[in-house]
């Protein structure tokens, strides 16, 4: 009722004055007084908008209250990193006893979606403290000092929340904080330099025995890019690794988001967790959750094994898509995709899981290999026999219609990432080099030498098969997705034969 009272008011005015004037009063004093009420009102509406933007806009203060390291997944080292790191705020007699320097900032640094966001959350609550949240980009305007004032803003504002809610310190989180500490390069970016160098002042301003403390958990998955400035010392001095899970950290989080769901007793999570190597965290959370959606759609009581794999197919690969494909271009996708699986077998045999032909994201068709091991180190042969997998498809088009299509761009980008592993680990022909040294012409011949070369292998071990394509071929266009055992079954018939 309230948000229509303003208008409620307006109309009873508008009446009130249409009616006076029918009875011959003149009304003309009693609108200019209600204009200038009107625009004194508006102003200070206004006025407190404005505020409110310099503030920095959409920033959110989240309450962690509830939110805590155990519903964490994986990230054991992260976690026990972060404890110790934030017994500095909780220890505090400890701490002064010794004479320790208090910690300012902690850089959180990895891929997107491993949790970096949710361990600032469990720190505020671990320390007892008020938690206020930012983005580096909310930081950045056309105007210069704008970007700094938001900086001095969120300092204020996270003290005044501290006293208000009577709490000894404050954490403030600033989330992709490589969009305002970027290396400076300068004076070409000054809107960013003054708001850097407002964050170093502020981050300076902290002092051990002031009231509320202050703790900045900054965020980022460019350490790289970030200033030296910031690093040093005294501001961004404690930096913890979040790294993708492992399995076992996928199995934790895979159940911590199971925790909500029904799920069938005949699931196996370790087998997802299995099958979702290199899977961020937040990509656990949507297979869960798609696996649910797949279930409502089937009218299902509980997430079965099948809903499951779809919603992995689905993160991994995108929605089905119902792309009408001509039969020409269906065949020249089924070749693309043999050429990927059969290059599969040869190089690991028992590789593929699945070969399908059906649209999904950006692809008409894909194969599916067994989930890898949790893999840290790769030898030149294993990464020599990835790049041949990935440039199968290709080379099976050359074989057949004599010329590759566009299909095989995804393919390149792949191979060419490879070769880029190749050379800055030193496996390549160039030897042990400083790959940022190397001038683009360098890249070039190194890359086109090591892809030309297993190009040219893989063209030749699939030619010597040639009769195996054509052994698969109808039962792909057929079946439209062969499983990878009925695959091998295939092969080894044909082998036989
Ligand atoms: P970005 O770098 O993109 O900001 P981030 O590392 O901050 O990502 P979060 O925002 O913390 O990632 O995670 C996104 C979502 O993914 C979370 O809300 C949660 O549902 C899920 N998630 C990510 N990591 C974990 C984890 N380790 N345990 C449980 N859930 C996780």
């Known amino acids: 009722m309230r948000k229509y009272g303003l208008e409620m008011g307006i109309g009873i005015v508008i009446v009130a004055l249409v009616f006076l004037q029918t009875l011959g009063i003149n009304v003309l004093p009693f609108v200019m007084l209600a204009a200038i009420a009107g625009g004194v009102f508006y102003v200070s509406r206004g006025k407190g908008k404005l505020t409110a933007m310099s503030s920095g806009g959409g920033r959110k203060t989240v309450k962690p209250s509830s939110f805590t390291f155990d519903q964490i997944g994986g990230q054991e080292r992260a976690k026990q990193e972060l404890i110790e790191a934030l017994d500095f705020l909780v220890?505090?007699?400890?701490?002064?006893?010794?004479?320790?320097r208090p910690l300012?900032?902690?850089l959180l640094a990895g891929p997107p979606g491993t949790g970096k966001t949710l361990l600032a959350k469990a720190a505020a609550q671990y320390t007892d403290s008020v938690y206020m949240a930012a983005s580096g980009s909310e930081f950045v305007e056309m105007y210069?000092?704008?970007?700094?004032?938001?900086?001095?803003?969120?300092?204020?504002?996270?003290?005044?929340?501290?006293?208000?809610?009577?709490?000894?310190?404050?954490?403030?989180f600033i989330d992709e904080i490589e969009v305002i500490g970027g290396k400076r390069d300068g004076g070409q970016h000054r809107e960013y330099d003054q708001t850097l160098n407002q964050l170093l002042t502020e981050m300076d301003g902290i002092h051990s025995n002031e009231s509320p403390r202050i703790l900045i958990i900054a965020a980022?998955?460019?350490?790289?890019?970030?200033?030296?400035?910031?690093?040093?010392?005294?501001r961004f001095d404690r930096h913890i690794g979040v790294e993708l899970p492992d399995k076992k950290g996928r199995l934790h989080i895979l159940r911590i988001h199971a925790a909500n769901k029904p799920i069938d007793a005949a699931v196996d999570l370790t087998g997802i967790a299995e099958q979702t190597y290199s899977?961020?965290?937040?990509?656990?959370?949507?297979?869960?959750?798609?696996?649910?959606?797949?279930?409502m759609r089937d009218n299902a009581d509980t997430l079965t094994s099948g809903h499951l794999h779809m919603a992995?197919?689905?993160?991994?690969?995108?929605?089905?898509?119902?792309?009408?494909?001509?039969?020409?271009?269906?065949?020249?996708?089924?070749?693309?995709?043999?050429?990927h699986a059969i290059m599969a077998e040869l190089v690991r045999p028992g590789s593929v899981s699945q070969v399908a032909l059906s649209p999904r994201g950006g692809a008409l068709g894909f194969v599916r290999h067994q989930p890898q091991q949790d893999q840290y180190l790769y030898t030149t042969?294993?990464?020599?026999?990835?790049?041949?997998?990935?440039?199968?498809?290709?080379?099976?088009?050359?074989?057949?219609?004599g010329e590759r299509s566009t299909g095989s761009r995804g393919d390149f980008d792949q191979a060419v990432g490879i070769v880029k592993t190749l050379v800055e680990s030193g496996l390549t022909d160039a030897g042990i080099i400083d790959s940022s040294m190397m001038t683009p012409d360098k890249w070039s011949k190194i890359t086109t030498d090591i892809l030309d070369s297993l190009m040219a292998k893989t063209k030749e071990m699939l030619d010597s098969r040639r009769g195996v394509f054509d052994h698969a071929l109808q039962t792909l266009l057929d079946e439209e997705n062969v499983g990878g055992d009925e695959f091998r079954a295939l092969l080894s018939s044909y082998n036989a034969a």
């Open 104 to 106: 300012k900032g902690i």
């Open 279 to 295: 899977f961020s965290g937040a990509q656990l959370e949507s297979v869960m959750n798609e696996a649910a959606i797949y279930a």
């Open 312 to 339: 992995i197919d689905k993160v991994m690969l995108g929605e089905k898509t119902d792309k009408e494909t001509s039969a020409e271009e269906r065949k020249r996708v089924a070749l693309h995709e043999l050429g």
């Open 220 to 234: 980022t998955n460019r350490k790289e890019m970030l200033d030296s400035a910031l690093l040093r010392p005294g």
């Open 381 to 401: 042969g294993f990464l020599h026999g990835q790049i041949m997998i990935a440039l199968g498809g290709a080379a099976a088009e050359e074989m057949f219609y």
């Open 144 to 172: 210069v000092g704008v970007g700094a004032g938001r900086i001095r803003d969120l300092f204020k504002e996270a003290r005044a929340k501290a006293k208000k809610e009577k709490k000894s310190s404050a954490v403030i």
């Open 91 to 100: 220890k505090k007699e400890q701490i002064e006893k010794l004479g320790i």
